[in-house]
């Protein structure tokens, strides 16, 4: 009889998210997993896995039958960024957790980061929640330390390198160039940083269009206004250049936009899994980033010299074709091995079970 496991998650469309459903499910085609997924545009990702169940109701972990189902993932990546939600939702999930343990039920968070936090208060409720559960997996060293005495908690590379993308692998097309986009309006921190952020696209862009490139502008979430961000720069690119611009939109079709990325020869990374994915399909890379999360990886494994940080950006910013490099085949197989840590925990419970 096939085990029930009930997974948390991100379910927007946003690629990451989907992507770590999607591993889940390839990798344990025997697991029956159930996801709580109301509207129509955001099951589609998963629609074709067989091994995927959609609940067709908002999540309220207050109303789920702990008893119908044998364990509990909640997969995700920026999770426990503080806020009054996530102060929140710790409440929510601390409780749900302890009714899981009376019933004899693993909870696991997985690939995992923790933070920005202000308080003490948030660390502290956070604490308390790991400590209920069977298995912490978290996907950057800095969050690791926080919680490493805590004997559930184990550390290992994004979910994402666990995958083998070779049979979705295009070859690489000449004289292209993506670009991962992100909308820094809806970002309290980064907003008064939008105008120099499109003017630099802006000028990536003619740049590299002069030279006959074809330039892809690429969305990874449309819920979180990629696409309007694409919208915004496209506005200023010069008519003369527009034909050498292209958009990719991820709208669903995780294994189609796998490929499409996987054709393009250099890319500007904004998005995490932007530069996750262009390190393992070998694209020649630079990290224009905005979340210390992508800082984190890159450090942890000494990965590339020259990156930015949005935050730090000015009008005088110039990118040249020589920043773009890419990560050593040593490292990157390196990380996918340990990656492989992200499933430890779970599958222990499995054999034990």
Request: one cysteine or more.
């Amino acid at each position: 009889m096939k085990k029930k496991v009930l997974l948390f998650g991100y379910s927007r469309a946003n690629f990451g998210d989907d992507l770590f459903v999607y591993i889940l499910a390839k990798r344990y085609q025997d697991i029956q997993f159930s996801i709580h997924i109301k509207e129509p545009k955001y099951k589609r990702p998963l629609e074709n896995l067989e091994n995927i169940n959609f609940i067709e109701e908002e999540r309220n972990v207050d109303l789920v039958k702990i008893e119908e189902f044998d364990a509990f993932i909640y997969v995700g990546g920026s999770i426990f960024m503080e806020s009054e939600y996530a102060r929140h939702e710790a409440k929510e999930f601390n409780y749900f957790i302890k009714e899981c343990n009376k019933q004899g039920k693993p909870f696991f968070y997985m690939t995992c980061n923790f933070g920005p936090y202000q308080t003490q208060e948030y660390l502290n409720m956070i604490r308390e929640n790991f400590k209920l559960c069977q298995g912490v997996s978290f996907r950057d060293k800095p969050s690791y330390e926080l919680f490493k005495d805590i004997p559930s908690v184990c550390y290992a590379p994004d979910m994402a390198f666990a995958y083998d993308f070779n049979q979705l692998a295009q070859k690489k097309e000449r004289k292209t160039i993506g670009i991962s986009v992100i909308d820094l309006s809806i970002r309290e921190k980064l907003k008064d940083k939008e105008e120099i952020y499109k003017d630099y696209i802006n000028r990536i862009i003619i740049k590299f269009a002069k030279r006959g490139y074809k330039v892809s502008l690429l969305s990874f979430c449309q819920f979180e206004e990629d696409e309007k961000a694409i919208a915004k720069i496209k506005e200023m690119i010069p008519k003369q250049y527009l034909e050498n611009v292209e958009e990719l939109f991820y709208q669903g079709d995780i294994e189609e936009f796998l490929k499409e990325y996987s054709k393009i020869k250099y890319m500007v990374c904004t998005r995490f899994h932007s530069m996750i994915l262009s390190m393992i399909v070998k694209q020649k890379i630079y990290n224009l980033y905005y979340s210390n999360k992508t800082q984190n990886v890159i450090k942890d494994y000494e990965l590339f010299r020259r990156f930015d940080n949005i935050a730090d950006i000015s009008y005088d910013i110039r990118l040249k074709k020589y920043h773009f490099k890419k990560a050593s085949n040593q490292k990157v197989q390196n990380i996918k091995e340990k990656a492989q840590g992200q499933f430890t925990k779970f599958e222990q419970w499995l054999k034990n079970s």
